[in-house]
Every structure is written in structure tokens, then in C-alpha cells.
């Protein structure tokens, strides 16, 4: 057995073996940020079209997707792992991708935003 120590800063899910298995876990029929938050989120949320949105750890862009098909006509997303803003940036059109280290990050455009998200972020 393996007794791996990972550091869980920012680039995480660029370790050799925790993207692979965070794609699978988000795979799953079942999974539990898509088919149980999701949904409350963009109810909470309210009408996205025409809004802008700035997603504080986009991830894979799996929310991104869902967040443009839902009408956003600007969507920024941030995440510290180069894994995820390719897995994102193959799924987001139109869409801005940046890589930072959001403990370090600062806005560079305050009030530009309809929409702040920062979901499985803390």
C-alpha cells in the first residue's frame, strides 16, 4: 500500500494520480456536485442570461458548461491546476481560463461581475 503525501495547494489535482481518479469520481451517474448542488446553486443564482460570471476555482469547467448553457454572456474562470484548465478550456466556449494561486489572486477588474462563485473552493 502506498502511503502518498500530496501537498493541497492550488496545483493538487496535477499529481500524477488525483486527476485521473477526480475524472472518475465526476463520471459517476450519482455524483453528488452535479446531480444534488448544482441544481440549488443555479436556483439560488437566479437568471443568468445576459450576466457575467467570475468562478473562483473553476475546476474542469463542469459548472461553466452548465452556468453558459444557462444564458451567461461572460464567463471567467480560475483554478491553480493546469489538468483542470485544459479539461476546462476543451469543454468552455466562450469562455476566459486563467492559472492562479487564488490565495494570491486579485481581481484585476472589481465590480466587472453579476456573478462571484467559488464552489469546493474552501
Known amino acids: ?9 492550488p496545483d493538487f489535482y496535477d499529481e500524477a494520480t488525483v486527476f485521473p481518479r477526480y475524472q472518475e469520481a465526476r463520471a459517476a451517474v450519482d455524483e453528488g ?12 443564482i437566479g437568471d443568468l442570461r445576459g450576466r457575467s460570471v467570475l468562478d473562483l476555482g ?4 463542469t459548472f461553466g458548461e452548465s452556468v453558459l448553457r ?19 478550456a ?7 481560463l486563467e492559472r492562479a494561486d487564488l490565495n494570491a489572486w486579485t481581481c484585476r477588474e472589481p465590480g466587472a461581475w453579476d456573478v462571484v462563485t467559488a464552489r469546493m473552493v474552501l
Not at 500500500?1 to 495547494?9: N, Q
Not at 456536485?33 to 439560488?44: D, I, K, M, Q, R
Open 1 to 9: 500500500m502506498s502511503s502518498a503525501t500530496f501537498d493541497y495547494g
Open 33 to 44: 456536485n452535479t446531480t444534488l448542488e448544482e441544481p440549488y446553486v443555479l436556483a439560488f
Open 58 to 61: 473553476c475546476g474542469d469547467g
Open 70 to 88: 444557462a444564458g451567461a454572456d461572460r464567463y471567467h474562470g480560475i483554478d491553480g491546476s493546469g489538468r483542470m484548465l485544459a479539461a476546462a
Open 90 to 96: 476543451a469543454r468552455l466556449d466562450p469562455a476566459t
